[in-house]
């Protein structure tokens, strides 16, 4: 008796407000997506072909936030179709860097950058995926890292948890044996409170890490912000320094610090 053959499990890949560039980290991760490509089932992944099927999907990777009405009942499509749905980088994650917008006035924006902003149909702020519909995982970065999307893509398709850390920049500058910028040179940087991931590309090179990979699983920007200003940075300059491709999740980690 033959034995039957089981379905390749479904990914889907998709795309909210952003830049493209996490979906461009899956393409190219190259040799390993090949391997991976006979593994799965791609069902949509409209960066890479235009052929698409219906769902229901085992996996869906959602890249961008949610910035209008239309991305906002996507989503819950999308959240309705999936089986497990991880979100990449920091748009979805956090809102990304078009979350600037939550502290200013939309309607300013939109009547001084379109000459038609009748034409424009957007919500007050850019949100995570996460406020609208369940998420299985998010994955952090702008962009994300390659080692850490196969990691999670591999996770759960063979139907485990994600190893991916939750410490730290600093953790992976005493890793690859970087000098602490801040201690040898005085350098704002960011990286006691920002997740690791990015292999501390910026502090190797000598400049303060900037946080793309938002807030680490432990941060203490009471005891980090003196030390910026200990190092030349006024309130205006510290304010501006998190308010970058993570401003809503670092803002947001400022209001739970406040007393």
Known sequence: MDTPTLAAPTLAIWKLASCDGCQLTLLDCEDELLALAGQVDI????????????????LSLVEGSVTTAADAERVRSIRAESRR????????????????????????????????????????????VSAHVNVDFELRGCPIDRGQLLEV???????????????SVCFACKRRGTVCVTVAHGTPCLGPVTHAGCGAICPAYGRGCYGCFGPSGSVNLPALIP?????????????????????????REAKEATP
């Not at 949509?44 to 085992?58: C, I, N, W």
């Not at 030390?227 to 803002?251: I, K, P, Q, Y």
């Open 43 to 58: 069902a949509h992944f409209l960066e890479a072909s235009s052929a698409v099927r219906p769902g229901p999907y085992d």
């Open 153 to 167: 893509i591999t996770a759960y398709l063979s139907g485990r948890k994600p190893d991916i850390p939750n410490h």
């Open 85 to 128: 749905l991880v979100t990449i980088g920091a748009c979805a994650t956090a809102g990304g860097i078009q979350a600037l917008r939550n502290f200013a006035d939309v309607e300013e924006f939109r009547r001084t950058v379109y000459a038609r902003p009748d034409y424009i149909e957007t919500l007050a702020t850019s949100t995570p």
């Open 227 to 251: 030390l910026l200003h200990r190092d030349g940075m006024d309130d205006r300059d510290v304010e501006r320094l998190l308010r970058t491709f993570n401003a809503a999740a670092f803002d």
